[in-house]
Antibody, heavy 119, light 110 residues
Framework: QVQLVQSGAEVKEPGASVKVSCKAS????????MHWVRQAPGQGLEWMGW????????NYAQKFQGRVTMTRDTSISTAYMELSRLRSDDMAVYYC????????????WGQGTLVTVSS | QSALTQPASVSGSPGQSITISCTGT?????????VSWYQQHPGKAPKLMIY???KRPSGVSNRFSGSKSGNTASLTISGLHAEDEADYYC??????????FGGGTKLTVL
């Protein structure tokens, strides 16, 4: 069965970077784009960007351009999201989500990774 | 790009029906049939409930249905169950090859 398993919670100081991983299993990793979505405490979902695991092509939300980098390692079916220059308002749960290729929805989600930004 | 507009909260009694609206623009909701709806229980990841405006993934109850008119999409839940109590988010593809979500609606089953 399809599974997206994310790395564990992180605590970072303001100005630092965080890198979250998302390991896929149960399907062909390179056949589906992977998206990253975050959710601040008590807030809604916010789309951050996507990566095509086959080509490595990316597209980021304008808000995060210059601070976010999405990469992948096809040998271990894992996608990564790195966010730099962390601020207190970056504290959130970060999710990876698979895009169904014949439509534009997110059919499977990781369990989420809590990133705490605190000095 | 601003989030899609959803009501902050809706409520209904068991057995009743409720509808949640999701308003965007011609650049997102109105321009594509790529509207999806997600259910999120506290502390859990979102779950896909509706895609392509009105299609249901396998395993999702037929009590959930979707529709769209112009720039506004809607999610209807009929025959409310206690376990339907959750946050609901709409999402849409946009004309800049990005995605956007609504602000979320908290459904309370009275």
């Amino acid at each position: 069965q399809v599974q997206l398993v994310q790395s564990g919670a992180e605590v970072k100081e303001p100005g630092a970077s965080v890198k979250v991983s998302c390991k896929a299993s149960g399907y062909t990793f390179t056949g589906y784009s992977m998206h990253w979505v975050r959710q601040a405490p008590g807030q809604g979902l916010e789309w951050m960007g996507w990566i095509n695991p086959n080509s490595g092509a990316t597209n980021y939300a304008q808000k995060f351009q210059g601070r976010v980098t999405m990469t992948r390692d096809t040998s271990i079916s894992t996608a990564y999201m790195e966010l730099s220059r962390l601020r207190s308002d970056d504290m959130a749960v970060y999710y990876c989500a698979r895009e169904y290729p014949y439509s534009k929805e997110f059919d499977y989600w990781g369990q989420g990774t809590l990133v705490t930004v605190s000095s | 790009q601003s989030a899609l507009t959803q009501p902050a909260s809706v409520s209904g009694s068991p057995g009743q029906s409720i509808t949640i609206s999701c308003t965007g623009t011609s650049s997102d909701v109105g321009g594509y049939n790529y509207v999806s709806w997600y259910q999120q229980h506290p502390g859990k990841a979102p779950k896909l409930m509706i895609y392509d405006v009105r299609k249901r993934p396998s395993g999702v109850s037929n009590r959930f249905s979707g529709s769209k008119s112009g720039n506004t999409a809607s999610l209807t839940i009929s025959g409310l169950h206690a376990e339907d109590e959750a946050d609901y988010y709409c999402g849409s593809y946009t004309n800049t090859t990005t995605w956007i979500f609504g602000g979320g609606t908290k459904l309370t089953v009275l």
